[in-house]
């Protein structure tokens, strides 16, 4: 067995895992009323599930970084013989899930020493530059290897050294024997499950686990785009958000110059990741109240005669719509590193499912989404917020945006945006923000809001947008929402009391949010890199502010990691119910 040297010492790991330094988001309990109201076939099918999710989870650790399942394997074995560091170690290893993440302050984590994250992950091998990278892809193209780099430049390809060039290797093939018993589980969940949606759902699923084929992956994802009226929820995601590498080839002229000319488009790595849950009907109702006006938002997006966007105002948006409770996150929708995922919006439009006429699906975190401390978050806005607005701030506003944001995905150009590179996610998340905030008013006036809501969106929105610290770049979540504040304050959308508090001034938030949503759309039709990056690079700046009201946030909020709390799930996989 490997065994490495710890990089946190023992103090530092003792706050890490200390309750005030560690945020612990509770999914489904073994008694909960959810689990226990279920047909015992679905009972059944969700054992195979979190097993499935949890087979998910060894994969994508290794995707992740190299290192990881040796790590986790000394970490256990020092576990056992009662190495306090290790089991320390360990904890903020299950709740990152792996060697190095980002913690809530920007901060790199690394937890063994000389294991460093790399741009490309565990995706491509540890010791290729960004250099060699486009100089090997170079030559293998002008070599006529035109085959080899299709390959090596999917989604899906774990990528090797093989002699002076590169190979793509589709990761089906590469972790054949793992996915193999993940489709197993699946196929054995759709022999019990109740639901002859979902059971048809999970055998197409079952079957692309097995045979290395997109399309075969696109088959699922339609069917699961679809699934509205189940008992149960499972998902792989698959989403390119970790990828530092493939995103770098926009900025070599001469490389991009000859994929184009070939007709390849780099795709940025998927990383992968399980959710497993209980859909909850009350909590989904209330989503698909939006449904309806999805076609007119659709129309009402900037520049729409100019692009195809999935909904469209002629036909059903396309779009399910579930409330989840949570059972199990694993892999990449799991890991907890400096936030962790509240809802998703899938498939991703670089997905193939949305070219053979499939839809959408938004699935909601409800026990990520739950306030774990309300005497902190009043603490909170006591510290930021204009006393006379704290009347308008309602968390429960914070999901409404979240639900206007997922939804905002599908708005917008439905594709190209591999052109902006390592941007592409930044530009992207910006869209969804604005795309929640430009509508509320449209919203309001066609009776999906009341006027109290919208006033507690707005205001809501802001006052959340506010971080602890200036994020890193590979932050994509992070680095729109410094953007944004930059972007408002510039426009008046709020301003600093003199006893250094935010005042947001409402009616001029929806404009702003226009006009950014505008140029955002602009951005992505035009598909220019160097413009991206400008407008990035124009409204990324910290400013004296943001630093004021971080530095509040950081007095009332001491937490540095999280980590998920799931009783039900770690019952299942060991076979106690």
Not at 19 to 45: R, V
Not at 276 to 291: C, F, M, P, R
Not at 550 to 573: C, F, H, P, R
Request: with cysteine; glycine share 6%; aromatic share 6%.
């Amino acid at each position: 067995m490997e065994t490495f040297e710890f990089n946190l010492s023992m103090d530092e790991l003792e706050k890490r895992t200390h309750k005030d330094y560690l945020i612990t988001k509770k999914f489904l309990k073994a008694n909960a009323p959810e689990y226990l109201a279920l047909a015992e076939g679905d009972k059944k099918a969700l054992k195979h599930l979190v097993k499935a999710a949890a087979i998910l989870e060894k994969i994508n650790m290794q995707i992740d970084c190299k290192h990881n399942l040796a790590v986790k394997e000394f970490l256990e074995s020092e576990v056992k013989k009662g190495n306090k560091q290790a089991k320390l170690t360990k904890i903020l290893f299950d709740a990152q899930k792996g060697v190095n993440a980002i913690d809530t302050m920007s901060n790199h984590i690394h937890l063994i020493k000389g294991i460093d994250e790399k741009p490309g992950k565990g995706v491509y091998p540890e010791d290729l530059s960004k250099e060699e990278f486009h100089s090997v892809l170079l030559r293998m193209l002008k070599d006529g290897k035109i085959d080899e780099v299709k390959e090596i430049l999917t989604a899906r390809s774990m990528v090797v050294r093989a002699a002076e060039d590169l190979a793509g290797i589709d990761y089906i093939d590469y972790f054949a024997e793992d996915f193999a018993k993940m489709a197993d589980e699946v196929e054995k969940a759709a022999e019990v499950s109740t639901n002859k949606d979902f059971n048809e759902y999970l055998l197409l699923q079952a079957k692309a686990l097995r045979t290395a084929d997109p399309m075969l992956d696109a088959y699922a994802d339609k069917k699961w785009a679809t699934l509205q009226d189940t008992p149960l929820e499972f998902t792989i995601t698959r989403e390119n958000y970790e990828d530092e590498m493939t995103g770098t080839i926009v900025e070599n002229e001469e490389l991009s110059a000859l994929l184009e000319k070939h007709g390849i488009s780099p795709i940025p790595k998927d990383f992968l990741g399980g959710r497993v849950g209980i859909v909850n009907k009350k909590g989904t109702e209330t989503l698909l109240a939006i449904k309806k006006y999805l076609p007119t938002l659709a129309d009402n997006m900037p520049f729409a005669d100019e692009y195809e966007q999935t909904i469209s105002s002629e036909a059903d948006a396309g779009q399910t719509m579930v409330d989840v409770d949570m059972v199990m996150a694993s892999g990449d929708v799991g890991e907890y590193r400096g936030g962790i995922t509240l809802a998703e919006n899938l498939p991703n439009n670089d997905k193939l499912s949305l070219t053979i006429g499939g839809g959408r699906r938004n699935v909601y975190h409800r026990q990520i989404r739950f306030v774990s401390d309300e005497k902190k978050l009043q603490e909170r806005l006591d510290a930021i917020l204009d006393k006379e607005q704290h009347k308008y701030y309602n968390n429960e506003a914070d999901h409404w945006f979240t639900i206007g944001h997922e939804n905002a995905h599908s708005l917008g150009p439905n594709g190209g945006s591999e052109k902006l590179g390592r941007l592409r996610n930044i530009i992207e998340e910006n869209k969804a923000d604005m795309g929640a905030l430009a509508f509320v008013d449209l919203l309001t006036r066609l009776g999906m809001y009341t006027e109290e809501q919208r006033l507690q969106i707005i205001v809501t929105t802001i006052a959340d947008n506010f971080l602890k610290t200036k994020p890193t770049m590979s932050q994509a979540h992070r680095v729109r929402t410094v953007m944004q504040n930059k972007y408002f304050a510039d426009r008046g959308g709020y301003e600093i009391t003199k006893d250094g508090k935010i005042h947001v001034n409402i009616e001029k938030v929806v404009p702003i949010a226009k006009e950014m949503l505008s140029e955002i759309i602009r951005i992505q039709i035009d598909g220019d890199f160097n413009k991206a990056e400008k407008y990035v690079s124009d409204n990324f700046v910290w400013t004296d502010n943001m630093e004021l009201i971080g530095q509040k946030i950081q007095k009332v909020s001491k937490a540095l990691n999280g980590t998920l709390e799931t009783e039900l799930a770690d019952k299942l996989l060991a076979g106690e119910i």
